[in-house]
């Protein structure tokens, strides 16, 4: 492509330069405003907002069918996983009395191409676990998180250090898990901390924060660098701030790829889970009249869990339109669950320009993203304040005993842990 070169009559380095900035900037505006009236944005926002505006999609609700209206209800069709996933993978949880009726239920949507929804497959216990793991486990080294290029946080990771100054009495001192600040953040490198380069600030006068991932728009705010170099944040503040965590294949967001040199297994239950699911949603369709309008037809026994995204929503936390498209391979599933709070979610198909469809998730739902959803536009506009009371801190967990710490933390909160496989799949070439 031909560069633009400035006007003859700049002739100074910096005048050129700041032709060259200022082209940029018009550019990058005149794309911004574009996104600001596009059919997903235009969603996105009436889903913010306080009063429905008639541009708002009506929010799928594939747990209780008969909360849809009829139009919606219309295109809810149910479908039979090929497997019950408790036979596949016991870290579904044991059976409860409710199991048998859901058993290998999945549902699809008529004009969504591609995605599975299973709902909530997961016991109370089960999830209560998948929630620990999350927290605790998953948070530690050699995994990455958001908070690692602005903070410096130990290896044990941000949740254990949370714990140990819980256990500390109020009165004693805890100043050795204070966490600071990096004096220059992020060296350099576009990793997103929360900065959303949309987003007013919200109606509540908070700033909403959102983490951008669309490689079209290169435009994430880097942290203003206003702080003083030996800020110290406690534990208890950080766990607030923390928003997302890299499992498997380590994601480098500055260059939108994974770091290829550096193999980490995603985590055993992760895996595994994401496995049975690949599994149980093999073969499944869009039956028409005689034929499959769509199917999904990659076989689960190919489904390798190499890398995943865990993301951390505070209620005013968003997740801006993107495409997952980092990875080489574009056929596999997509795993995703919810944990804790409810949220609407928005996908739309290949590009901004058409309405997405929204959807309600509850703490336990799991989505396959297969097909042409695998590379659909979505997004979480809407984090609603509404939890399930066996996640409330009280709860007895007779495999978690503190259940209590992470029952504070995830009644104000949900989490997304969601799971790719990066390579090509061998057995298909
Ligand atoms: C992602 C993502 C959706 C969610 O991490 O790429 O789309 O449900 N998450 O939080
Ligand atoms: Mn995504």
């Given at each position: 492509?031909?560069t633009?070169?400035?006007?003859?009559?700049?002739?100074?380095?910096?005048?050129?330069?700041?032709?060259?900035?200022?082209?940029?900037?018009?550019?990058?505006?005149?794309?911004?405003?574009?996104?600001?009236?596009?059919?997903?944005r235009?969603?996105?926002?009436?889903l913010?907002?306080?009063?429905?505006?008639?541009?708002?999609?009506?929010?799928?609700?594939?747990?209780?069918?008969?909360n849809?209206?009829?139009?919606?209800?219309?295109?809810?069709i149910?479908?039979?996983?090929?497997?019950?996933?408790?036979?596949?993978?016991?870290?579904?949880?044991?059976?409860?009395?409710?199991?048998?009726?859901?058993?290998?239920?999945?549902?699809?949507?008529?004009?969504?191409?591609?995605?599975i929804?299973?709902?909530?497959?997961f016991?109370?216990?089960?999830?209560?676990?998948?929630?620990?793991?999350?927290?605790?486990k998953?948070?530690?080294?050699?995994n990455?998180?958001?908070?690692?290029?602005?903070?410096?946080?130990?290896?044990?990771?941000?949740?254990?250090?949370?714990?140990?100054?819980?256990r500390?009495?109020?009165?004693?001192?805890?100043?050795?898990?204070?966490?600071?600040?990096k004096?220059?953040?992020?060296?350099?490198?576009?990793?997103?901390?929360?900065?959303?380069?949309?987003?007013?600030?919200?109606?509540?006068?908070?700033?909403?924060t959102?983490?951008?991932?669309?490689?079209d728009?290169?435009?994430?705010?880097?942290?203003?660098?206003?702080?003083?170099?030996?800020?110290?944040?406690?534990?208890?503040?950080?766990?607030?701030?923390?928003?997302?965590?890299?499992?498997?294949?380590?994601?480098?967001?500055?260059?939108?790829?994974?770091?290829?040199?550096?193999?980490?297994p995603?985590?055993?239950?992760?895996?595994?889970l994401?496995?049975?699911?690949?599994?149980?949603?093999?073969?499944?369709?869009?039956r028409?009249?005689?034929?499959?309008?769509?199917?999904?037809?990659?076989?689960?026994?190919?489904?390798?869990?190499?890398?995943?995204?865990?993301n951390?929503?505070?209620?005013?936390?968003?997740?801006?339109?993107?495409?997952?498209r980092?990875?080489?391979?574009?056929?596999?599933?997509?795993?995703?669950?919810?944990?804790?709070?409810?949220c609407?979610?928005?996908?739309?198909e290949?590009?901004r320009?058409?309405?997405?469809?929204?959807?309600?998730?509850?703490?336990?739902?799991?989505?396959?993203?297969?097909?042409?959803?695998?590379?659909?536009?979505?997004?979480?506009p809407?984090?609603?304040?509404?939890?399930?009371?066996?996640?409330?801190?009280?709860?007895?967990?007779e495999?978690?005993?503190?259940?209590?710490?992470?029952?504070?933390?995830?009644?104000?909160?949900?989490i997304?842990?969601?799971?790719?496989?990066?390579?090509?799949?061998?057995?298909?070439?």
């Amino acid at each position: 492509m031909e560069t633009l070169q400035p006007p003859a009559h700049l002739k100074s380095r910096r005048q050129k330069e700041m032709w060259k900035r200022q082209l940029l900037q018009n550019v990058k505006e005149r794309q911004k405003a574009q996104e600001s009236q596009t059919p997903f944005r235009i969603a996105e926002r009436s889903l913010q907002s306080k009063v429905a505006t008639p541009d708002r999609p009506p929010v799928v609700d594939f747990t209780n069918l008969e909360n849809n209206p009829p139009e919606v209800r219309a295109k809810l069709i149910r479908v039979e996983l090929s497997h019950d996933l408790r036979e596949i993978c016991p870290l579904f949880g044991r059976t409860d009395d409710d199991w048998s009726k859901r058993r290998s239920i999945a549902y699809i949507h008529s004009d969504i191409e591609g995605l599975i929804f299973i709902p909530n497959p997961f016991t109370e216990s089960a999830q209560r676990q998948l929630i620990y793991n999350c927290l605790q486990k998953y948070t530690q080294a050699p995994n990455s998180s958001s908070l690692d290029a602005h903070y410096e946080v130990p290896a044990e990771g941000v949740w254990n250090l949370y714990t140990k100054s819980r256990r500390c009495a109020s009165n004693e001192d805890d100043s050795q898990l204070l966490i600071s600040r990096k004096s220059r953040s992020n060296n350099g490198q576009k990793i997103p901390e929360s900065a959303d380069p949309y987003d007013a600030p919200s109606t509540s006068g908070q700033q909403s924060t959102s983490i951008e991932k669309d490689p079209d728009i290169a435009d994430i705010k880097s942290e203003p660098s206003l702080h003083k170099p030996s800020e110290l944040l406690h534990p208890s503040e950080l766990i607030r701030k923390l928003r997302w965590v890299s499992l498997g294949y380590q994601y480098n967001w500055s260059e939108k790829t994974y770091f290829f040199d550096r193999p980490i297994p995603v985590p055993e239950e992760a895996a595994k889970l994401s496995i049975a699911i690949a599994k149980a949603v093999e073969g499944i369709g869009y039956r028409q009249d005689d034929g499959f309008r769509w199917q999904n037809n990659y076989k689960g026994d190919n489904y390798a869990p190499e890398a995943g995204i865990v993301n951390y929503y505070q209620l005013k936390d968003t997740l801006m339109a993107h495409v997952d498209r980092s990875e080489l391979n574009m056929e596999a599933p997509l795993i995703s669950m919810s944990l804790g709070h409810k949220c609407i979610y928005l996908i739309g198909e290949q590009t901004r320009d058409i309405k997405p469809h929204a959807i309600l998730l509850q703490s336990g739902d799991v989505m396959a993203m297969t097909g042409a959803s695998r590379s659909a536009f979505h997004g979480v506009p809407k984090i609603l304040d509404d939890g399930p009371s066996f996640l409330q801190p009280g709860t007895i967990d007779e495999n978690i005993p503190d259940w209590d710490v992470y029952g504070e933390y995830v009644s104000k909160a949900r989490i997304n842990l969601n799971i790719r496989q990066v390579n090509v799949d061998s057995s298909s070439t």
